[in-house]
């Protein structure tokens, strides 16, 4: 008898799949349990997650629905101090610990709630696989939050040491890995995935169009220089996307006199619809992991201007597959708009889309990491 293969996600800390709602990324999110599944690759799927009212979402989410039949929630108790999130969080996997024994694989989503699945395997030994989008201590250590960045470096040790493998998704976070860890724990580089067919490539390309910024508001970010930069050269940009900055931003713009809309939260499907009607996308973060939405952008076929920073130099070639600014200045980044508008060069959208569906298609992901998840299909032919 075959054994079943049976993957256990566990979501990053308060991460739900209603908060993934919220934030327009809930489709973009459940693309990954949807093909894993519909490919044969695991026959089950079970998300620890922090929503206690998950399971209506992901009645209405699956576009399939023998698909939801095969996806299990491990959500908090309705009431009790087990569902408060910390608590949850360390206890949750001993609450669910019948389930979690048919696993095959834990699989973290980040390191921000990577202890439960840690808790899981001390309690419940299965393969422990930790993935990363963004190293969480350098985060914490560039946003000026050195005790957090202290808590979370011991953690990343941790969960590093008891892994069999740890799946990350830029340059950067494989060299810190390797660095840091000090076991033979497997790290695997795969960049993050994109559905290569709703991120369309665009036909027209209109280089007197507005400027568009996809994201959360957050100083990360570094969208006062953004709107400085466009201040200065008179263009046009619209935000999509929600934050606490949001109120800052907006005054900050008025007060440049910067022509600046705000558009709120938009979700992956109005996301994608919206970058077919703009032939530019602008990323001036001041530190990355590996950002989706300048994967999607590029997939969409747009000219892309980042700031040079890992993460976004990883993916952009200054000149070939979008622009990237000398530094995270206003200055900078003004310079670097001037040069992707000056250009129009309609080929850095086809070859950075080009780019995108060869190394980060949703299929090319899942063949990448099944293998880490389910050693046993290295020799698996769909």
């Known amino acids: 008898m075959v054994e079943k293969r049976i993957l256990a996600l566990f979501l990053s800390f308060g991460g739900s799949l209603k908060k993934w709602q919220g934030e327009g990324i809930l489709e973009r999110e459940l ?13 089950e799927v079970l998300v620890f997650t922090y929503g206690r009212t998950d399971q209506h979402v992901l009645a209405r989410a699956f576009r399939s629905g023998h698909l939801a039949d095969k996806v299990k929630l491990l959500p908090p108790p309705a009431s009790s101090i087990l569902g408060r999130k910390l608590m949850y969080s360390i206890f949750g996997p001993i609450l ?24 899981a395997k001390l309690t419940t030994p299965r393969r422990l696989v930790i993935r990363l989008g963004y190293v969480l201590s350098k985060r914490h250590f560039m946003n000026g939050k050195r005790l957090a960045g202290s808590i979370a470096r011991l953690l990343e040790l941790a969960v590093f040491r008891a892994s069999d493998a740890v799946i990350v998704t830029s340059n950067s976070a494989e060299a810190y890995v390797r660095k840091v860890s000090k076991t033979s724990a497997n790290v ?24 568009l910024y996809v994201g959360r508001l957050t100083p990360q970010k570094n969208l006062k220089a953004l709107i400085a930069a466009v201040a200065k050269a008179n263009f046009t940009l619209h935000i999509v996307g929600d934050g606490d900055s949001r109120g800052e931003l907006e005054t900050v ?13 938009r979700d992956n499907q109005e996301v994608a619809d919206m970058m077919g009607h703009y032939t530019y996308f602008v990323l001036p973060s001041l530190h990355e992991g590996l950002p989706k939405v300048l994967i999607e952008s590029m997939c969409a076929g747009m000219i892309c201007i980042g700031t040079n920073i890992p993460g976004i130099n990883d993916l952009i070639e200054d000149g070939v597959t979008g622009y990237l600014s000398d530094d995270v200045s206003s200055d900078s980044i003004a310079r670097a708009i001037h040069r992707a508008r ?5 080929e850095i959208g086809t070859r950075a889309r080009q780019l995108i569906v060869e190394r980060s298609g949703v299929g090319a992901y899942i063949e990448s990491e099944k ?11 769909r």
């Open 342 to 346: 000056g250009d129009q060069a309609s």
């Open 371 to 381: 293998i880490v998840l389910f050693p046993q299909l290295s020799d698996f032919a």
């Open 188 to 211: 695997r580089l795969i960049p993050t995935y994109v559905d290569t067919n709703l991120f369309r490539r665009r036909d027209i390309y209109k280089f007197d169009s507005a400027l």
């Open 31 to 43: 693309l990954y349990i949807e093909e894993y599944i519909s490919l044969g690759v695991c026959d």
């Open 253 to 265: 713009a008025a007060d440049a006199g910067a022509k600046v809309e705000f558009f709120g939260s």
């Open 96 to 119: 669910h610990q019948g389930s979690l024994r048919r696993a095959s694989v834990y699989k973290s989503n980040q390191i921000s709630g990577s202890w439960s699945a840690l808790i």
